[in-house]
Every structure is written in structure tokens, then in C-alpha cells.
């Protein structure tokens, strides 16, 4: 691996399993030499964060469901027993009840509303808001966003609106940190076969469509996104705040299906 982030410590949210979009962020920042500690979502989770982050080198793997504001202070006192200060946060979290992920986004309940927007949106503000207190010689935060923010997106519904908040927290966190050095970006990834996105009616079709339509005819890894995240987490994105990157083989600047794409 390469030095690129040596003496840097950041902390992974939302790793749930090795197919995690935070596994490929994790694992290319302990390549280029960071310091990791995770947070895990509930008992059932425990067992399998902690092999995995042990295999970067780390033990520092802590309980926080972002939905209790004691949890996610506990996971910073935690943090702050082992660590003085931290680089970069990592948050890769979202949630809807599935049964919203289909049909038509009009049928929306408030409960789920509610829910998806406290999950997916105020817990990035409310990580920021205790991760800037350890950041004392600046720091990244990074969250993953998805083209639903931008463009309907069958299925996407609710998630879509959420990430559209989630984008818009990313420019006002940007601003308000940038004094301190703070950076805050996303990434917006295309389709990836995760835990979360089975939960997405007809993800295998949009997997597909993805693959047949990109400019690059290929669908994103885990570790494209971890390589992109590279530069946004390291000193290489050092300009860059506010930012929604898409790492989506390019497939935001396509207008029409490709002629060459098959009929799926
Ligand atoms: P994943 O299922 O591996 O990760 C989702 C994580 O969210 C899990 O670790 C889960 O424990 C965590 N989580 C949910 N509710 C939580 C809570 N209350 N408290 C703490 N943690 C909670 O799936 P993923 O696809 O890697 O998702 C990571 C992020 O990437 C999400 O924000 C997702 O919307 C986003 N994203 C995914 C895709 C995709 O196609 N997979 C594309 C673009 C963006």
C-alpha cells in the first residue's frame, strides 16, 4: 500500500458485512496506512465487525445506533478513551422500511418518513457534530449519497428525498466547519449488491441497466468507492469540500439508453 494516509486515525460507520460499502472505504484507508476504529449497529452485528476489523489491525470496534443520540455520545467517549483526536469520519448509513422501497413514493407514510430522514440524514449532522470535537488539526468527513437525490429512480422513492436532504447537510456542514479545516463531502455511488440495496424492488434490473448504460459498460465495486474515498478522506482532496462526487462509472451524465444496449 501506499503512505498516503500514515498518522492519520478515522472512524468507520455502517460496516455491517465484507460486501459493505464502508468495507471497501476501510479497507483501502488501512492500505494506504491509516489507523481504523468501526462502530457496529446492534449485538447481531458484533460478531461480524469485529474479525473483519481485526484483519486491518484494528481493535477499537464500538456499539451506536445513530437513532439515540446516548449512543452515538457513548461511541465517542468510547473513541475519545483510546484516541485524542481524529482525522476522518466515515458515515455509511441509511435506512427505510423496505416495504416504502417499491410502489409509488405518493404512498410515503409519515412514521417511514420520519424515520428515513432521522437515519439517513440527521445522524451525518449529528456524527459531525461530535467527530468536529476531535478534529483539532482539521479534518474529512465523508458520507454516500445516490443518484435518487438527483433524478427519480425506480423504487427509490422516500430514500430519494432523504438523499436530497443528505446532499444539501453536506454544502451546510462544508460551510460551517470549513474555518476549523473540516471538509465534508459525499460520494454518490451507482448500484452495488449490498445488504441495504436488496431491500430496493428490482435491484438486479437496476444493477443491469447500470451496467449496460454507464460511459464505462460496468457496474461500481466496493473498491472503486474506497479508491475515490482515498483522495476525498486524504490531504490529495484537500480543496474539496461541500462536494457530491459521483463514482457511478458515469453514468449521471448519460441523457439516453446506449444504442448498444440490449433490452433488458
Ligand atoms: P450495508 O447494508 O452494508 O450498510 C448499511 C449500514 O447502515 C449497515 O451497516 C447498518 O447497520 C447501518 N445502519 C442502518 N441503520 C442504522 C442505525 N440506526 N444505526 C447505526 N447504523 C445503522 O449497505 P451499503 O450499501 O454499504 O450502504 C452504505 C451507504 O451507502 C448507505 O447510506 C447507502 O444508502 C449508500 N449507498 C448505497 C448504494 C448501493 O447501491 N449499495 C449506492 C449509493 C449509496
Redesign the pocket.
Known sequence: GSELMKGKRGLI?????D?????GIAKACADAGAELAF????DA?KKRVEPLAASLGSDIVLP????DEGSIDALFDGLKERWDNIDFVV?????SDKNELRGRYVDTSRANFAMSMD??VY?FTAVVQRAEKMMNRGGSCL????YGAERVMPHYNV?GVA?AALEASVRYLAEDLGKDGIRVNA???????????SGIGDFRYILKWNELNSPLRRTVT?DDVGNSALYLLSHLGGAVTGETHHVDCGYHVVGMKAVDAPDI
Open positions: 460507520m455502517g460496516l455491517a458485512n460486501k459493505s460499502i464502508a468495507w462502530s457496529y449497529q446492534g452485528l451506536c445506533d445513530v437513532t458515515h455509511a448509513i441509511g435506512f437515519i439517513s445522524s458520507t454516500l449519497t445516490y430514500m438523499k460520494i454518490s455511488a451507482g448500484p452495488i449488491k449490498t445488504l441495504a440495496a466496493t
